[in-house]
Nanobody, 115 residues
Framework: QVQLVESGGGLVQPGGSLRLSCAASGNICGATGSGWFRQAPGKARELVASITYAGATDYAETVEGRFANTRDIAKNTVYLQMNNLKPEDTALYYC?????????WGQGTQVTVSS
């Protein structure tokens, strides 16, 4: 079972940037790729970005053009660069495999966008 540790969250003003990291104890991408998910209070967890082993990326419409998902295969680490952050981006962010079966979820990293 791959262990996942997310980091890099924090409090940022609207328009600001953050870079999230996800360190995995093994290959997180696998055959279907890895994903960044977020869950806001009272809402379901949603997939916002994904990347395949080959490096192909996909984004939810709400973050397209503002977020960038990258990975370092040698380090088993995936990153999420978040620019032009908006209050609606406030959520707990997680990484995992893009599709079922998921690994055990990490603790996530909190992103709060507020002035």
């Amino acid at each position: 079972q791959v262990q996942l540790v997310e980091s890099g969250g924090g409090l940022v003003q609207p328009g600001g940037s953050l870079r999230l990291s996800c360190a995995a104890s093994g290959n997180i991408c696998g055959a279907t790729g890895s994903g960044w998910f977020r869950q806001a209070p009272g809402k379901a967890r949603e997939l916002v970005a994904s990347i395949t082993y080959a490096g192909a990326t996909d984004y939810a419409e709400t973050v397209e053009g503002r977020f960038a998902n990258t990975r370092d295969i040698a380090k088993n680490t995936v990153y999420l660069q978040m620019n032009n952050l908006k209050p609606e981006d406030t959520a707990l962010y997680y990484c995992n495999r893009k599709l079922h079966p998921y690994y055990n979820w990490g603790q996530g990293t909190q992103v709060t966008v507020s002035s």
